[in-house]
């Protein structure tokens, strides 16, 4: 079965600086990734995803990740985060199977 | 105009009692999802029903069943409910069974067993 690594359990950083969220994955088989957030008290939100294509897949708000398939690797980027990106970010894989698997999560908190 | 609701919101609840999560989505998804989110923020997937299918039943004890009556609904209940049991339930649904459809998360239930 798949499987995901979230390398950072807790990310601080200054607000308009910019972030990296570091995602691997482990598959025997073609995957689909996926990052969600999930604010306090609320459910996970789809961010981005990746399904085939273009290896760099873009957010509404201003988040990107890159597929690397030689790497495993599927980061989040933010150039310049903002206070209301405070959240927990979760990575996620997926097979064929329909069976998503999350990562631990990696808390952002973004300080003023 | 919710596309993923769960009720209750909070359940608090002592050991040995038998409980109910109800969940229903408005999507028109066909698979739907029971995952557990535990004190540290980890997500676990419990089930998974396609069409009414079980597909996914992972080691979740046998007091835990889902039963889905349609495609729009997928309640969990738990017997004899355990201070393990106490976390944050969530439903979920996506379209298709191909694995390329995100989820989408309900709010949660939080269950608290004393």
């Known amino acids: 079965a798949q499987s995901v690594t979230q390398l950072d359990s807790q990310v601080p950083v200054f607000e308009e600086a910019p972030v990296e969220l570091r995602c691997n994955y482990s598959s025997s088989v073609s995957v689909y990734l996926f990052w969600y957030v999930q604010y306090p008290n609320q459910g996970l939100q789809l961010l981005l995803k990746y399904l085939s294509g273009s290896t760099l897949v873009e957010s509404i708000n201003g988040f990107e990740a890159e597929f690397n398939k030689s790497q495993t690797s599927f980061h989040l980027r933010k150039p310049s985060v903002h206070i209301s990106d405070t959240a927990e970010y979760f990575c996620a894989v997926s097979a064929s199977n329909n069976d998503m698997r999350f990562g631990a999560g990696t808390r952002l908190t973004v300080k003023p | 105009d919710t596309a993923v609701s769960q009720t209750p919101k909070y359940l608090v609840t002592q050991m040995g009692n038998d409980k109910s999560i109800k969940c229903e989505q408005n999507?028109?998804?066909?698979?739907m999802y029971w995952y557990k989110q535990d004190s540290k923020k980890f997500l676990k997937i419990m089930f998974s029903y396609n069409n009414k299918e079980l597909i996914i039943n992972e080691t979740v004890p046998n007091r835990f069943s889902p039963k889905s009556p349609d495609k729009a609904h997928l309640n969990l209940h738990i017997n004899s409910l355990e201070l393990g049991d106490s976390a944050v339930y969530f439903c979920?649904?996506?379209?298709?069974?191909?694995?390329?459809?995100?989820?989408?998360f309900g709010n949660g239930t939080r269950l608290t067993v004393t």
């Open positions: 979920a649904s996506s379209l298709g069974g191909r694995g390329n459809s995100p989820l989408h």
């Open positions: 999507l028109g998804h066909d698979t």
